[in-house]
Structure formats: C-alpha cells, structure tokens
Nanobody, 123 residues
Framework: QVQLVESGGGLVQAGGSLRLSCAAS????????MGWYRQAPGKQRVLVAT???????NYADSVKGRFTISRDNAKNTVYLQMNSLKPEDTAVYYC?????????????????WGQGTQVTVSS
C-alpha cells in the first residue's frame, strides 16, 4: 500500500510563509505525478499545484507567483513552498500521488491521498 505523510502545516500571519512536505512510501513501481490540493471550509477540494516525474509544473491561478512546487524523486517527496500567504489560502492541504501499480499482467495508475494538513493564515 502507498502511504502519503504530510507535514509543515500551521498557523501564520498574512504575508508569511510555510513549507509543506509530503513523503510517499510503499510505491513499488514508481510515481508519475504528485501534487497538492486544498479544501477550504464549505468549499470543494481544488488543485493547487502539480508536478510530474520530469519536473513539469502546473499551478492554480490563485497561487501563481506565490507558491512553488518541487520534488525529490530519490526520496519520493513533494514540497510546496508557500510565500506571501493570504487569509484565503486557509484550508486543509492534501498531498496526492499518481502511482503505477502492477498485479500480474495488470498495469494501472492509482491515486493516493494524504490525510491533509491544516494551513491557517490570520489577517
């Protein structure tokens, strides 16, 4: 089983920074893409940023220029550096990994999610 362990959330003031980390374990055949999603109170979970195994990144418009996603493939870890935080960034942040799975002759991609880490930005 693939497990994702997140860390780095917390309480910061507007304009501050946080660095989230997510380490994936248990993947036997590799991880394709990893990403961060967030869910604010009363809202749906939305994409924040993604990064492929080759380093190609994608960001939500709301975080462009402020957040940076990166990964360490050797450690199967993805990071999210969050700068210039705003109160509207307050949410539970979830790590996601798209993993290759193989059982016999069956090859597929499966999404795995972390438990989430709370980020609260005070005004």
């Amino acid at each position: 089983q693939v497990q994702l362990v997140e860390s780095g959330g917390g309480l910061v003031q507007a304009g501050g920074s946080l660095r989230l980390s997510c380490a994936a374990s248990g993947s036997r055949f590799g991880i394709n893409a990893m990403g961060w999603y967030r869910q604010a109170p009363g809202k749906q979970r939305v994409l924040v940023a993604t990064i492929t195994s080759g380093g190609s990144t994608n960001y939500a418009d709301s975080v462009k220029g402020r957040f940076t996603i990166s990964r360490d493939n050797a450690k199967n870890t993805v990071y999210l550096q969050m700068n210039s935080l705003k109160p509207e960034d307050t949410a539970v942040y979830y790590c996601n990994a798209e993993c290759v799975t193989v059982q016999g002759v069956d090859i597929s991609l499966s999404d795995y999610w972390g438990q989430g880490t709370q980020v609260t930005v005070s005004s």
